[in-house]
């Protein structure tokens, strides 16, 4: 594995006659909203019965797939995570050339919606389990699944005699329990949001440092194809009982 290493000093200012080389690299998890809901069946609040929709996929007709609400989420919640883009486009990726049931070998029965995080009328974070079976072994695989927006990150780099520099931001994250230094990064707005609008503005807004667009380089514009020009952060492996 290649590995890119930058000096970087303990503090660094930034002035702005310094000649900077930007570049985005972008990731996203959805970005097409597609529907495949055939039928639904969605009870009220006043119902002790949990909320329920089913969804039939064109790759299992014969074994619809039961979305579950959790103990405690609301119908709207419940409503905006069936209806959501995240929830669609990871079943859109299931059914594809490479997806868990292209092949026929597995077999999707149930989604279980646990958590949806509202980022003022939009869905931010979305937290749900896959109740995903081997057929032939009747073995469950791992399937929680914590999805969030298209979101993009900054690279910068800094030339300064001689030394290159890569330019961090330090972010309190809450889930690590520690100070981060990470690349200036923020969600779309939406899924047809302007990522280089995106990148723009979440450097001048944690670093203080105005940049071109027209300078900008999209990094995915050099992945293979096969990739839809699109990158997945690598996700953390999930043991059972942990």
């Not at 389990?129 to 929680?144: L, R, S």
């Not at 990470?182 to 723009?200: I, R, S």
């Amino acid at each position: 594995m290649s590995q890119l290493i930058f000096t970087i000093p303990k503090r660094l200012v930034v002035s702005p006659s310094l000649t900077l080389l930007c570049a985005i690299h972008t990731h996203r998890i959805a970005s097409t909203r597609t529907r495949r809901t055939l039928c639904s069946n969605m009870s009220s609040n006043s119902s002790p019965s949990p909320l329920t929709h089913s969804i039939v996929l064109p790759c299992q007709l014969s074994q619809p797939v039961h979305v579950v609400a959790a103990p405690g989420l609301s119908e709207a919640e419940f409503r905006s995570a069936v209806e959501s883009s995240l929830l669609n486009q990871w079943l859109k990726n299931l059914q594809g050339q490479t997806g868990i049931l292209a092949s026929g070998d597995m077999l999707l029965k149930q989604v279980l919606i646990q958590g949806v995080d509202m980022f003022a009328k939009r869905i931010g974070f979305l937290k749900f389990k896959a109740d995903i079976f081997n057929k032939e072994t009747g073995k469950k695989v791992p399937g929680i699944v914590f999805a969030r927006g298209p979101a993009v990150a900054v690279l910068i780099l800094l030339d300064s005699e001689g030394e290159t520099y890569a330019i961090l931001t330090e972010q309190v994250r809450v889930p690590t329990g520690r100070l981060i230094l990470e690349l200036p990064a923020g969600m779309l707005d939406d899924d047809k949001g302007n990522f280089v609008g995106t990148a723009v503005r979440e450097v001048e807004e944690e670093i203080g440092i105005n940049l071109n667009v027209e300078d900008m380089v999209d990094l995915t514009a050099f992945l293979d194809p096969s990739t839809g020009g699109r990158v997945f952060p690598s996700p953390m492996e999930i043991k059972e009982g942990f």
